[in-house]
Each structure stands twice: as C-alpha cells, then as structure tokens.
C-alpha cells in the first residue's frame, strides 16, 4: 500500500537554527498537510496547501513557517529560526481529494530543539 | 466550539472484552467524524469513518455509534486483543473544510 514518507525521523537542531522537515506524499494525492503533536499533547493542525498555495493554515503556523513543494514529489516545512517550544513530533499527511477522502499520516518527525 | 472532548485518557480492557472510546462536539458544523489508531513511533492511521446522515457504521470487529443530537459518537473495538493496544484518536472536520480536529486521546491497553 502507498504511504506517506518522512525525513529525518529524529531532527535535533539549536535554538535560533532553521530547520527543514521532508516528506514525499503519496504520488497521485493533491492536498498536503502538516500537523504537529507536542509530547503527550493531541495533534494539532498546522497548515494544509493545495496547488501550490497554502488553502488554511491554525494561529500556530505564524511568519517563522512555511511549506513549499519545490518539485513533483516533495513537500516541506520550514522553520526559519527554531525556539524551544517547537519540539514536538511534525506529521505530513496527504489526501486525494479535500472533503471525499482520507487524509494519510506519515510516521512524522521528531524535533528536538537545544 | 471547535474543540473535540475524549474519553477516558487512558483503559485497560481484559482480552476478547469490548473497549469503549468516547467523543463529544459542541460545532454543529462537523460532518465528518473519523477514528485513528496510532502505534508507538508511527503516525496516526485512519480505523474508520462516519458522517452525520447515519447513526452507526461497522468494520470488522470496529464500530462507530453516532448521536447527533447528543453531539457525541463512539467507538466501540468488540473482542478486543493485545494487538489493539494503541493510542486511539477521535478527530472532527468541518463541513467544506480540510482540517481535522483531533482530541486528545485514549491510550488502550489490552491485557491477557
């Protein structure tokens, strides 16, 4: 069955640093996502994106992300200058279609920040 | 009102007992209503769905119960097993909209 790839599993970055989290969504799929799930917290809602523009994005995705698909099989999130609240596990997901289909998770990216 | 209520936190069920996951919503405007299932390391993956227009849906030994007018639906693992223990999420969408609202969780133990 297709799935959702991540890189790096584990990501351990400096305070202050810029970050960038991979994924690969499965290949016929149209909406992206990113969710992000603070240790022992729920998962929360970062940001969706959908030819080539975010669609929505929560108050937590403020100036210091974005995302990009710099090409036809890639999805990014970046974080431009990292703090300590940001440790948490990122999951990329990806759906077919918008309301008719399920999004798929990633097995996510642990961040750790110093 | 966007927010998805889940319960218990955590549940230890004995082997081939039935494991029973709540949820509850205050936004009338949910219509899609899944269950995640979420293994140590991995990333949630989806168990199964219901939309508003039907009150129950079943797969295989999975079952969601859905009252609308209670705003709360369920999930129900029937002849639970240790290859269920997981941590289960409830998650929420909003009519026309892509985002889903997880709650917080139920981490379910299956003991022999």
């Known amino acids: 069955e297709p799935e959702v790839t991540q890189t790096p599993s584990h990501q351990v970055t400096q305070m202050g640093q810029e970050v960038i989290l991979r994924c690969v969504p499965i290949s016929n799929h149209l909406y992206f996502y990113w969710y992000r799930q603070i240790l022992g917290q729920k998962v929360e809602f970062l940001v969706s994106?959908?030819?080539?523009?975010?669609?929505?994005k929560s108050e937590i995705f403020d100036d210091q992300f974005s995302v990009e698909r710099p090409d036809g099989s890639n999805f990014t999130l970046k974080i431009r200058s990292t703090k300590l609240e940001d440790s948490a596990m990122y999951f990329c997901?990806?759906?077919?279609?918008?309301?008719?289909?399920?999004?798929?998770f990633g097995d996510g990216t642990r961040l750790s920040i110093l | 009102q966007q927010q998805v209520k889940q319960s218990p936190q955590s549940l230890i069920v004995q082997k081939g007992g039935i494991s029973i996951i709540n949820c509850a919503y205050e936004n009338t405007a949910f219509d899609y209503f899944p269950w995640y299932q979420q293994f140590p390391g991995k990333g949630p993956a989806l168990l199964i769905a219901?939309?508003?227009?039907?009150s129950e849906k079943k797969e295989g030994r999975f079952t969601i119960s859905f009252n609308k007018s209670a705003k709360q639906f369920s999930l129900h693992i029937m002849d639970s097993q240790p290859g269920d223990s997981a941590t289960y999420f409830c998650a929420t969408r909003m009519r026309g909209n892509e985002k889903l609202t997880f709650g917080t969780g139920t981490r379910l133990t299956i003991i022999p």
């Open positions: 219901i939309r508003p227009d039907v």
């Open positions: 997901a990806s759906s077919l279609d918008r309301i008719n289909q399920p999004q798929h």
């Open positions: 994106f959908y030819n080539n523009e975010i669609s929505e």
